[in-house]
């Protein structure tokens, strides 16, 4: 499984490079920030979000109820560990019952907005698969020898990010994709896995929240 680093890094991105190009500087680019602005996942997006709007819409609403049902479980966990001579046996119980609904939430949230997520799923993949042959265009055009991630530089001026230069060769690679997946595709089947989401995925509901950090040190 490659990640959006990895195809940066990857020598294959500049081997493929003409010799003669590789005689520029260094320049930066955020391949999923390439992919979040690019014309055909701007338009797979609303498109997702068009078609599974009535689901979407349904576990946003069963997150607030799920929310609205466990924070008295979780209040009431806090009260009685905040307590003098705590009961830990019953606190232990306590957080047990708690996690047991939020696993149960979260499974409900996730059958919810499956079918929206393997849509951008399938989008993102299409996009994906032509993104180590728009980074070598890209480098190609600007005449970079070293291509970097932002999270790997301490500073850059704003003249070495090239990642418009590699949204500009994707809109020319991937002008469109498709947001129906078929029956039997599975993430990763296309060539490279899919990685993670660029900003502005469509809304996958937000997982009920955790009572982790609250039921923390329970047994001390």
């Known amino acids: 499984m490659k990640t959006f680093t990895t195809l940066l890094l990857a020598a294959g991105v500049l ?15 955020d391949p999923q920030g390439a992919i979040a602005n690019s014309r055909a996942w701007t338009a797979a997006r609303t498109q997702i979000e068009t078609t599974y709007k009535a689901q979407l819409d349904q576990a946003e609403a069963r997150r607030q109820a799920l929310s609205t049902e466990l924070q008295p479980l979780i209040q009431q966990f806090n009260t009685a560990r905040s307590a003098p001579n705590a009961n830990q046996q019953a606190l232990q119980t306590q957080a047990q019952q708690i996690q047991t609904r939020e696993t149960a939430a979260n499974q409900e949230l996730q059958r919810l ?44 001026q704003p003249t070495a990010d090239i990642t418009a230069a ?38 996958a509901a937000t997982p009920a929240p955790a009572a982790t950090g609250n039921r923390r040190n329970s047994g001390r």
């Open 113 to 156: 907005t499956q079918p929206a997520q393997r849509a951008q799923a399938y989008a993102i993949e299409q996009i994906q698969n032509r993104l180590g042959e728009a980074v070598q265009s890209a480098v190609r055009a600007k005449n970079v020898s070293l291509l970097v991630s932002p999270q790997a530089v301490l500073f850059m």
């Open 15 to 29: 081997a493929a490079a003409p010799a003669a190009a590789q005689v520029g500087g260094v320049a930066v680019a």
């Open 166 to 203: 590699v949204t500009a060769e994707l809109d020319r690679l991937v002008p469109t994709v498709n947001t129906t997946p078929p029956a039997n595709w599975q993430p990763g089947q296309g060539g490279q896995a899919a990685g993670a989401a660029p900003a502005g995925a469509a809304p």
